[in-house]
């Protein structure tokens, strides 16, 4: 079945620090990526969609200059968490569908934890 | 504002009992509908989707779609204690749903008493 494979898995830093998370699509293209942060006993709230060679397009209320995606190749998308405070701390994932309208599956997510 | 509902739970289902999920959906013009289950801590995994009125049957899985009164439903059958968890329902509003965007409900916790 299609693999989406997200990098790291946990992350712990300091305040004000940049994070780089890496949403890769294993055995498929996509053109269309997800991004998706959950707090705490809450649902999956959308932050933005990736889109391969283009700009992203981001949820009302995201900050586009906070969390930076780039989506460089048909397997590959990043979100960047600049500057990143206590506030950030979420449990971030992406997802990505198969060709053939297939539905999202989703990477394993990426534990933030800012100090 | 497109919406969907779900009760919170936490629902409680005897092992080998039907365990019944709903959600409704607000936005008339939604299409297919998903149910993903999440293990604490971890990531949502795709459970089921469905697209047509009527029922779709995998294994103990049957999802239900009532697009006239705007209902999904989730049945569970011979519930496992390994089925508890919490069961997010999500709408797209496109039966090509491959690159759509989608809304997710709050999920319900459901919990299989051995």
């Known amino acids: 079945g299609a693999v989406v494979s997200q990098h790291p898995s946990r992350v712990i830093c300091k305040s004000g620090t940049s994070v780089k998370i890496e949403c890769r699509s294993l055995d498929f293209q996509a053109t269309t990526m997800f991004w998706y942060r959950q707090f705490p006993k809450q649902s999956l709230m959308l932050m933005a969609t990736s889109n391969e060679g283009s700009k992203a397009t981001y949820e009302q209320g995201v900050e586009k200059d906070k969390f930076l995606i780039n989506h460089a190749s048909l397997t590959l998308s990043t979100l960047t968490v600049t500057s990143a405070h206590p506030e950030d701390s979420s449990f971030y994932i992406c997802?990505?569908?198969?060709?053939?309208?297939?539905?999202?599956?989703f990477g394993d997510g990426t534990r933030l934890s800012i100090l | 504002q497109k919406e969907v509902e779900q009760n919170s739970g936490p629902l409680s289902v005897p092992e080998g009992a039907i365990a019944s999920l709903n959600c409704t959906y607000s936005d008339r013009g939604s299409q297919s509908f998903f149910w993903y289950r999440q293990y604490s801590g971890k990531s949502p995994e795709l459970i089921m989707f469905i697209y047509s009125n009527g029922d779709k049957e995998d294994g103990r899985f049957t999802a239900q779609l009532n697009k006239a009164s705007q209902y999904v439903s989730l049945l569970i059958r011979d519930s496992q204690p390994s089925d508890s968890a919490t069961y997010l329902c999500a709408g797209s509003p496109s039966t090509n749903f491959g690159n759509e965007k989608l809304t997710f409900g709050t999920g319900t916790r459901l919990t299989i008493i051995p």
């Open positions: 997802s990505a569908s198969p060709p053939g309208d297939q539905p999202q599956h």
